[in-house]
Nanobody
């Protein structure tokens, strides 16, 4: 599976941005797809995840209520819709696909559960 993340850019605090993660080489129908982010000088953190087959989603507490992770079956693409952006959301955002053994926060937030990664797209939120 090859993942292509796009849609990053510069936005003012309170604004919105939508990221895309387009997959090629294989359908995502049997995968769990997650978004992670890595801010300046920080570790890579879990943001959101969706089980492609069930549609079940989960979000980091820091983005819950502001971000959503819809998918488009026909386009084999997952999105990250980001609203009410804050300066602390500034980071490189990565999408990833894998087959975690369990759909629990502890498992899904572990980047080692994901086998395929996109190249990252930079989101900068100005205050």
């Amino acid at each position: 599976v090859q993942l292509q993340a796009s849609g990053g850019g510069l936005v003012q605090a309170g604004g919105s941005l939508s990221l895309s993660c387009a997959a090629s080489g294989r359908t995502l129908s049997s995968y769990t797809v997650g978004w992670f982010r890595q801010g300046p000088g920080k570790e890579r953190d879990f943001v959101a995840v969706i089980s492609w087959s069930s549609g079940i989603t989960d979000y980091a507490d820091s983005v819950k209520g502001r971000f959503t992770i819809p998918r488009d079956n026909a386009k084999n693409t997952v999105y990250l819709r980001m609203n009410s952006l804050k300066p602390e959301d500034t980071a490189v955002y990565y999408c990833a696909a894998g087959r975690p053994g369990m759909f629990t926060r502890a498992t899904l937030s572990n980047s080692r559960q994901y086998d395929y990664w996109g190249q990252g797209t930079l989101v900068t939120v100005s205050s």
